[in-house]
């Protein structure tokens, strides 16, 4: 039997999501494989995380080459990878709060990227004058990962409608980030 590895870390990564301290045996019995077979495409719980890790930042790339945030204002921008992101905000809630992630010297340079990414739609956004010029690009951004995580926790656990997703985290965001008149 061939398995599909990308398939076994989307079945880790929607497992981990909802319970992060699942054991290896959990995610074998979640992908429908034995713990030998997971153990000889992942050695450990770090080396899946690892990979979850590149499959996150994979997709975290892909939402925002979608969002198309260079285009049309930045509110905007953001609305459009609030909704990118949607699909994978799961993953990327479980992936922000693992800790071994962003521990020492080795953070991986895709988070990088895509920070940088993301805190130049926020400051374009500041550019344009549409939002606080009092909160650092790198704050917002932060921001946006947590309420992204949150509002993907809130969604699996019922406390907020799936269809509440976009609305409710670009509204809190905005709300919050945009500038005053009388700034």
């Known amino acids: 039997m061939t398995v599909d590895r990308e398939q076994v870390l989307r079945t880790a990564a929607a497992l981990l999501s909802r319970k992060s301290t699942a054991t290896m045996d959990e995610v074998a019995r979640a992908a429908g494989i034995g713990r030998a077979t997971l153990h000889r495409h992942f050695a450990g719980r770090d080396a899946l995380v690892k990979a979850l890790e590149q499959l996150g930042i994979q ?3 892909v939402s925002i080459d ?3 945030l260079d285009e049309g204002t930045a509110d905007d921008g953001l ?3 609030v909704a990118e992101m949607e699909p994978v905000a799961e993953l990327l809630a479980f992936l ?3 800790n071994q992630l962003f521990e020492g010297d080795q953070i991986n340079e895709g988070w ?3 920070d940088a990414r993301v805190s130049a739609l926020f400051r374009r956004g500041q550019e344009q004058g549409v939002f606080r010029i009092d909160l650092t690009p790198a704050w917002l951004t932060e921001a946006l990962y947590g309420l992204i995580g949150t509002c993907a926790w809130a969604v699996m656990d019922g406390r907020v409608a799936k269809n509440d997703f976009q ?3 670009a509204e809190l965001l905005l709300g ?3 500038r005053s008149v009388e700034q």
């Open 59 to 61: 997709e975290f790339e």
């Open 66 to 68: 979608r969002a198309r």
């Open 79 to 81: 609305r459009r990878l």
């Open 96 to 98: 922000v709060t693992e």
């Open 112 to 114: 990088s990227r895509l």
């Open 167 to 169: 609305y409710m985290i």
């Open 176 to 178: 919050g980030a945009r």
